[in-house]
């Protein structure tokens, strides 16, 4: 086959230090959600939809072909990290936590998980951060030891 295709679809998520809410002026967060799309479409996975709160960030991407989940998340939390710093002084301290979680979405999901990262406002006046992605790690039956989870 001479051409390579991918269709890789991810629900990524991560927040902020100690999930400090950094991002909760509107504007800035809504900048900051434009500036992570950005970095994620110049490195090759063309974002979906970005969205999240205050302290923490969910991205519907493709992964592209040449990068990995890891790369990826890298490198959007490096520059934006960086640039969130320069574009507003009084969040020189801002920083994304170390960890982040990426989830498979498959076509059936993928209006699914679309509005869920589209409505997270709504969702979160009645849900907690902790207790979401502790259910998304549920929902994809993964194993592990909450002591290790949090920063």
Not at 35 to 44: A, P
Not at 83 to 109: C, M, T
Not at 115 to 123: C, F, G, I, S
Not at 126 to 132: G, P, R
Request: contains cysteine; negative net charge.
């Amino acid at each position: 086959m001479p051409r390579s295709f991918s269709s890789v679809h991810l629900h990524v998520v991560f927040s902020t230090k100690d999930r400090t809410p950094y991002l909760a002026d509107l504007q800035i967060r809504q900048e900051v959600h434009a500036y992570l799309g950005g970095i994620s479409k110049t490195i090759g996975c063309q974002p979906f939809i970005v969205g999240g709160v205050a302290d923490h960030i969910h991205m519907l991407v493709d992964l592209g072909k040449t990068i990995s989940q890891a790369d990826l998340v890298k490198e959007v939390k490096r520059a934006s990290s960086i640039w969130i710093k320069e574009r507003e002084p009084r969040l020189s301290n801002f920083a994304w936590q170390g960890g982040y979680g990426a989830f498979s979405v498959d076509h059936s999901s993928f209006d699914r998980v679309y509005r869920y990262v589209a409505n997270q406002d709504e969702h979160h006046r009645i849900v907690s951060f902790k207790d979401e992605f502790l259910e998304i790690l549920k929902e994809h039956d993964l194993t592990y030891d909450e002591r290790f989870i949090w920063e």
